[in-house]
């Protein structure tokens, strides 16, 4: 006995049916648009604007949080210690070792502010160097004694190649410092 449609029911009205792999595609590009959906409905700021233009990012995906100038949070850093932040600025340095820090901006030879992440968890390449970027983390503060202060320096020029004086600590340095989770760096080029 063969079955056969009603013939109220048209060709276009068939029940549909996909092939396997079809199938298989529908999935993964309703996959694909719903995080993606996701992520804009995130509504963090990035440089790449949503538009897929070049930015890359790192670590924690940037969520909706205060965004500041690193040249205005300089000015006051006590008011945003302890805060979540996301830092807007210009990349001056990169870790030489691991990329595990970058040195924030306003401008060019302007007063940094260091963007630290986890060793080995995200790594920075060297390319970031006068990328623009959007740094999230939280603000912290490290009082460093005389001798702490001379070491930590002396740390930091061995790793950029540079000569050090310990002489030239007189007295406790204060530290600030992002206590990074995520970023954007913006296209090269910019």
């Known amino acids: 006995m063969s079955r056969s449609m009603p013939r109220s029911m048209s060709r276009s009205c068939r029940p549909l049916r996909l092939q396997p792999l079809f199938r298989l595609v529908l999935l993964a590009l309703a996959a694909a648009g719903l995080l993606l959906g996701g992520a804009a409905a995130a509504g963090a700021a990035t ?8 930015g890359e990012l790192f ?7 205060t965004a500041v100038r690193v040249g205005e949070l300089l000015e006051d850093p006590e008011a945003y210690v302890g805060q979540r932040l996301q830092i807007v600025g210009l990349v001056e340095d990169v870790c030489p070792m691991k990329g595990c820090w970058v040195e924030i901006v306003e401008r060019q030879g302007s007063q940094p502010l260091r963007f630290k992440v986890q060793d080995d968890v995200i790594v920075f390449p060297a390319t970031a160097k006068g990328r623009q970027i959007v740094a999230e983390g939280v603000l912290t503060v ?4 005389v001798e702490e202060a001379r ?3 002396a740390h930091l020029a061995e790793e950029r190649g540079e000569e050090f004086d310990p002489a030239t600590v007189t007295e406790p340095l204060r530290l600030y410092e992002v206590r990074g989770e995520g ?7 910019e």
């Open 151 to 153: 070491g930590w320096l």
């Open 183 to 189: 970023a954007e760096l913006g296209p090269a080029g």
């Open 59 to 65: 670590g924690e995906p940037l969520r909706e949080t």
């Open 47 to 54: 440089l790449s604007g949503g538009g897929g233009d070049g």
């Open 142 to 145: 490290r009082e460093l004694e």
